[in-house]
């Protein structure tokens, strides 16, 4: 039911429709056949102007593949890439740069997407410097120093004398500086400690405000997830699986994947020791190389049924409530314990 | 939190563990005056932030602090036996037999280039003089009892082939091989992905109790900890700042660090209306601030807070924290504002 061939929907920013990237794999002299990373597969998507797309999965997925196809740091293989109606998905890189004002990323790792040997004033200011936009850049930079709870005297410090969550924020600072109308966030308080997560969630969540920004935030962290994502796309083995409303996800989810994720997440708010009912998936998320086939998903499904799962690729079925899973046997009721997932035909008998 | 008198379960006793640094820049002060114990079938969480001091314990427990430039103090009680006074030669009989420990970064202790099977192998000829074979034996057993399918063929894999939830499965099972009394699990799945963190959580709980052991899961998930933990400290600045059972501290947190902690995690289970980080950034060890390390980041802070350190008390009855609030007012606080933010008992 998801966008297949048509124009963008209303009020998508950006859409992405088919999306494939495969990425080539190096082999041996003898080796027969290329082998490939199927990091993307079929995806489609629609980001609404203003919203917050939470793209969540575990390693391997393909959120961050999706994230930089978005803002065209990648080429597709095949599928299109719509942003403000307009098919950037072959654009070269000279095409694309008036583009970039326009969709920005922050990325995970503060310590590495810093270069190391330039202020932050310099690194603050590139953009300005790019686009050859700003006369005045210092006080420009300066403005936006403040602006992401940074003391502006420090222009002339290098990311070196600042903490992880620091320089984060100069991260931000940067992908705002040319008031971008998306920015990307892949994974960026994953490697922050948790006292100053909630300080970098607080700051994006006003500064969209401020700002009237859309933002694709990918994570692998259900709760940061659920905190700051208005919809959620569940991603496995480069496949939305499950695409929601936030709410509605937490709440029911269909997808038997997004069903173990949920149930894996730890709790703090433990009311002493409930016994909760986990459902644990068994071995791990297979390689992206080798694929299986049909559903992605079914050599771990709880609910595996021999000769549907494996034969027939399931497509993303609409639920109620603007909610869609790619499942022969999605989740009828949640909660669930791993028993009763196992039973997809039991009928809706009494709850235990 | 203090085994009582005459249990023959203690099976480790840190007193007043002090560890400083020696640095060009100056002295760290990288663990103060900490004092716990660990009982068979425990499992004690220890929970804090980058530079809060956990890691630096776990070392120091293991002997595994280089005293060439770290100062060490108190005392660290091992079935009785002070390890800070035991020469190299007999602490490395109790590293990896008595004590064992494993990591966050599998590769910390699986080298790349050697199969996995026979490393597990050299940890068995490490301490007992068995022919190889048998060691090898004993490897493809502990492989398959820590949930390593077909494990005599996967012994021959290299840890490359692994994948990460097997290489830590592997990092267990060879933490396993002497049957040591105390594992050490030092933030052994925040690099994994969340289902197989669920799947390894378990099988520390598992062994814990098939080994019989007592476990330290070292870790900054107040989650993990919430599901997986008998017993609970808080670390801050390398001083434990509130310490008990599990269930009483996640009931009744006493100390604002721990409410911070807690009220600035998101949950999956709601969507919180606010997240209140805790303002600021852990403290540098070189300078630490006077008084309470806290204090400059605390909300409820008062009078007392800049110049008097607290010490740890226990609350009536309850678990230890150190903090000048009163307990009638810590217990409001817990009631009227952090219970109901967070969704748990007041």
């Known amino acids: 039911m998801s966008a297949t061939e048509q124009a963008p929907t209303e009020g998508g920013l950006v859409e992405v429709i088919n999306l494939t990237k495969h990425f080539p794999v190096k082999q041996g002299v003898f080796a027969t056949g290329k082998a490939v990373v199927h990091a993307v597969e079929d995806v489609s998507l629609t980001v609404r102007k203003g919203e917050t797309l939470g793209i969540v999965g575990e390693s391997g997925c393909g959120k961050s593949t999706t994230a930089r196809l978005m803002v065209r740091l990648l080429a597709p293989t095949s599928g299109r890439i719509v942003f403000e109606g307009r098919d950037i998905s072959r654009l070269n890189q000279r095409a694309l740069r008036p583009l970039r004002r326009e969709m920005q990323i922050i990325f995970q790792d503060p310590y590495s997407s810093l270069n190391p040997r330039k202020s932050v004033g310099q690194i603050v200011g590139e953009p300005f410097t790019i686009h050859r936009t700003e006369k005045d850049v210092r006080r420009r930079v300066q403005e936006l120093l403040a602006r992401v709870g940074l003391n502006p005297e420090h222009y002339n410090r290098y990311p070196h004398e600042f903490s992880g969550g620091q320089r984060q924020r100069i991260g931000v600072a940067r992908a705002i500086a040319l008031q971008p109308k998306l920015i990307v966030c892949d994974e960026p308080v994953s490697a922050l400690d948790v006292s100053v997560q909630a300080q970098i969630l607080n700051l994006l969540k006003d500064l969209q405000h401020d700002f009237d920004l859309t933002y694709v935030f990918i994570s692998h962290d259900l709760s940061v997830i659920r905190q700051i994502s208005d919809r959620i796309a569940v991603m496995y083995l480069g496949r939305v699986v499950e695409l929601s409303t936030s709410e509605g996800l ?20 433990a009311n002493g020791a409930v016994e909760r009912h986990r459902i644990v998936l068994s071995g791990d998320v297979p390689s992206p190389v080798n694929p299986p086939a049909a559903c992605v998903f079914h050599p771990r499904c709880p609910r595996f049924q021999k000769g549907r799962c494996d034969v027939e690729t399931p497509e993303l079925r609409r639920f109620e409530g ?31 | 939190m203090a085994a009582t008198p005459g249990s023959t379960s203690t099976l480790l006793e840190v007193r007043n563990l002090t560890v400083r640094f020696r640095t060009r820049d100056g002295v760290v002060q990288a663990v103060s005056d900490l004092s716990f114990s660990l009982r068979r079938g425990d499992t004690l969480g220890v929970v804090g932030e980058s530079g809060s001091g956990k890691s630096v314990t776990s070392l120091a427990v293991m002997g595994l602090l280089n005293r060439a430039y770290a100062d060490i103090e108190g005392e660290i009680l091992f079935e009785g036996r002070d390890l800070l006074k035991l020469s190299p030669a007999e602490l490395r009989e109790v590293r990896g037999r008595d004590v064992s420990m494993i990591f966050q970064d599998p590769f910390a202790c699986l080298h790349p280039m050697y199969r996995v099977g026979d490393q597990i192998a050299e940890a068995v000829r490490a301490h007992q003089d068995v022919p190889k074979k048998q060691a090898g034996d004993r490897a493809v057993e502990l492989l398959g009892a820590v949930g390593i399918p077909n494990a005599k063929v996967r012994a021959r894999d290299y840890p490359h082939q692994f994948s990460g939830g097997m290489r830590q499965r592997a990092m267990i099972a060879m933490a396993l091989v002497h049957n040591p009394d105390v594992l050490i699990a030092d933030e052994p799945t925040t690099a994994l992905d969340v289902t197989v963190q669920a799947q390894i959580l378990e099988l520390i709980d598992r062994v814990k109790r098939e080994f019989d052991v007592g476990v330290i899961l070292i870790t900054h998930d107040l989650g993990v900890v919430a599901e997986t933990a008998t017993h609970v400290m808080v670390m801050y600045a390398g001083r434990s700042v509130e310490q008990g059972i599990a269930s009483e501290i996640f009931g009744s947190a006493q100390h604002p660090y721990t409410w911070g902690l807690l009220e600035s995690m998101p949950s999956v289970e709601r969507k919180l209306d606010v997240l209140v980080p805790i303002e600021g950034s852990p403290p540098s060890l070189l300078h630490p601030p006077s008084g309470c390390a806290f204090h400059p980041r605390c909300n409820y802070r008062f009078e007392p807070c800049s110049s008097k350190l607290p010490s740890l008390e226990p609350i009536a009855g309850g678990h230890l924290d150190a903090c000048h609030l009163s307990p009638e007012r810590k217990r409001e606080v817990w009631r009227t504002k952090i219970a109901a933010e967070i969704g748990a008992p007041a």
């Open chain 1, 250 to 269: 937490y709440e029911h989810p269909r997808h038997p994947y997004t069903a173990a994720l949920l149930s894996a997440v730890p709790r703090h708010s």
């Open chain 1, 322 to 352: 603007a909610h869609e899973a790619a499942c022969h046997f999605p989740v009828e009721r949640w909660p669930m314990t791993e028993e009763e997932l196992r039973r997809p035909f039991a009928g809706s008998a009494t709850s235990v």
